[in-house]
């Protein structure tokens, strides 16, 4: 019988540096069955442990496309997040999970997609992009529109590179305060809207970042035309046991960790206005 708060030992097998504070992880499990069984879907996330320290919720951003291994990008935030943070390659983490929906890729096949992000709310739709990138020919074109504080916190910085070259595909960004050198957009996100056309017709809209960020880009996209049903974003909540137990990240009658991450704007209007900042 499978124990829904067992986790599984995973062993780090590379860390790349994003930001300042920001790592993305490549673990594979120990025991072989489990790692050629375990599967995931685009947008889902893992509770992410740390024996003697804790536990906590993490997007998977590897794409599922690529077998084998997960990725995590974690910010050093927090008790659990500095401990892993302090661990190396060859080091031991422990993972359950995957919890959660996912993006509706089936849905999206065919479509012209906007990847909107801010900040570390990149992460999280990395599993969704290079999933739409591995199999390019299905959809429409594709725009990422990525703001972060400062050129130090871009992340994903030789993806960003690579996503650009592919065709059909745009890469815009901007950040609040530029370096010398920096060679893009400064300004929120928004400001992106007067670098490049952003079109409703036969598109949808992925956003993930700062709750104040996709309040205004919420806006922006409904005086593009976007309609609720065509605005899909992954929230963040403090979903403490991934299972809908504890209550923690309830909204309304919804639980995040079951019921999300991922809702359509639509979705989201419904719930109580108390609980969110759009």
Excluded at 165 to 192: A, M, Q
Aim: some cysteine.
């Amino acid at each position: 019988m499978k124990n829904d708060y067992l986790p599984h030992k995973a062993k780090i097998t590379s860390i790349q540096k994003e930001s300042f504070d920001t790592n993305t992880y490549k673990v594979v499990f120990d025991d072989k069955k489990i790692k050629d069984t375990f599967d995931y879907k685009q947008g889902q996330f893992a509770e992410i442990s740390v024996l003697g320290v804790g536990e906590a919720p993490i997007s998977i951003t590897s794409s599922p496309t690529r077998k084998g291994f997960l990725e995590f990008s974690i910010r050093n935030t927090g008790k659990v997040t500095r401990a892993i943070h302090d661990l190396k390659v060859n080091d031991p983490l422990f993972v359950r999970g995957p919890y959660g929906n996912s993006f509706p890729y089936d849905e999206l096949k065919g479509k012209n997609l906007y990847f909107i992000a801010g900040g570390i709310g990149l992460p999280p739709l990395r599993s969704l992009i290079n999933m739409v990138m591995d199999n390019r020919k299905e959809f429409g074109h594709v725009k990422i529109l990525y703001g972060a504080k400062t050129p130090d916190e871009v992340c994903f910085k030789k993806e960003l590179e690579e996503w650009k070259n592919i065709p059909n595909t745009e890469v815009w960004l901007t950040v609040d305060k530029p370096c010398d050198g920096w060679g893009c957009s400064v300004g929120v996100v928004t400001e992106l809207w007067k670098e490049t056309n952003v079109h409703p017709e036969n598109a949808v809209a992925i956003l993930c970042g700062p709750p104040i960020m996709i309040k205004f880009v919420i806006a922006r996209l409904a005086e593009s035309g976007f309609k609720d049903i065509d605005i899909v974003m992954t929230l963040e909540r403090y979903m403490k046991c991934g299972i809908g137990k504890c209550g923690h990240c309830n909204i309304g009658e919804k639980f995040v960790c079951i019921d999300g991450p991922v809702f359509t704007y639509n979705q989201v209007k419904a719930f109580p206005t108390k609980e969110h900042a759009f």
